[in-house]
């Protein structure tokens, strides 16, 4: 869930001028994390953040970075508030009045998520390429909302090509169904984002590029086509190997790009864990 934290005031040194750099200004900062819903269930201020701490950290912080620019405090502020474990993203705004003439204020917003998701994408990528080379194992995938995404992070890694046999981008019914081999019935009985199709997806994917392992991946990445059943942020994964398919689910918070990217650790991961 989202928790917003508006009009948080710092005082700090702030701004590039001679005059500036010895005196301190107040900066007007605008937050919002994004934290575990397990508060909004029990109702206990131990489960959710401590808004004062928050704001406490933020203006500790900024006092001793002295930035010279407000981009650089809501990088500062933005780390401060996701050095709390329980938040795992945030989207901070600093304001700061009178910058230059003729202009009331200066906003500068701060948002890293997509950026740690990459990153972290990129290490479970190379983590799991060096357990497939080790294990003698291939991978392929099958993918949907990611457009692509999984195999494009694997293929990011040098010596990929020993594991990676390829993917298939089914993004349209017809070519889950026409490539892969999804039953049309489940398409029609199930929809696309089910774990009968991420089955079927899976399964299909490792048949036809003749791979140990094989992951797929269908969900809504939004910002349409959610519903009060499969609502935007819902995504289906199925890992096919010769043990056999299993299938997880996941309800992802955030726009499309940090859906998407989500998304794709979570299939790296079940990869990961299958060619331990």
Known sequence: MKLRLNGIEAECIIGERPDERVRTQTLRLDVELEIPDKAADTDE????????ATADAIRTALAAAKCRMIEHAAKVACDACTADGRVTAAKV????AGSVPHMESATAVWSPCERRERREADTVAGRL???????????????????????????AVPGSSEVFAGGVTSYSNEVKRDVLGVPEKSLEDFGAVSPQVATAMAEGARKLLRTDLAVSITGIAGPGGGSAEKPVGLVWFALASADGTRTEKALFQGDRARVREQAVVHALGMLTVAAV
């Open 93 to 96: 705004s600093v304001t700061k």
């Open 129 to 155: 390429v060096a357990l497939l080379r080790a294990q003698g194992m291939t991978c392929a995938t099958a993918e949907s909302c990611t457009g692509g995404g999984v195999g494009a992070a694997i293929t």
């Open 45 to 52: 201020l131990a489960d959710t953040v401590d808004y004062a």
